[in-house]
């Protein structure tokens, strides 16, 4: 956990920053997960994970709406990854408050 206190002051700045922390969870093409740092979009939260936007802008998650986001954010046209992360749990369930769903 301390390891993790130390990305707090990298998140302030980065919420100046106009970024996101998009946090995508061990899925099937992804067993590990990752954490990445992206240029704000449109519809992204400051931190955000294609499960809390599939539930947010679909009303439900599922694994098409899951690779359809990871596909947009990847999407370089929309703008570079600028840092990477392994899996982080907790600002994933931050953001699907406190919700895993299936994998």
Do not use: H
């Not at 998140?11 to 106009?18: E, G, K, Q, T, Y």
């Not at 449109?42 to 294609?50: A, G, L, N, Q, V």
């Not at 690779?67 to 392994?86: C, M, R, S, Y």
């Amino acid at each position: 956990m301390k390891k993790y206190l130390l990305l707090l002051p990298v998140a302030v700045i980065l919420a100046s920053l106009s970024l996101t922390f998009f946090v995508i969870p061990p899925i099937g093409g992804l067993p590990e997960g990752r954490t990445l740092v992206i240029l704000k979009r449109e519809k992204t939260r400051f931190i955000d994970s294609p499960d809390a936007f599939c539930a947010r802008e679909r009303g439900s998650v599922s694994p098409e709406c899951r690779a359809t986001v990871i596909e947009g954010i990847l999407d370089q046209g929309n703008g570079p990854v600028l840092l990477t992360f392994p899996y982080i749990r907790w600002p994933y369930l931050l953001n699907t408050g406190g919700a895993e769903y299936e994998r």
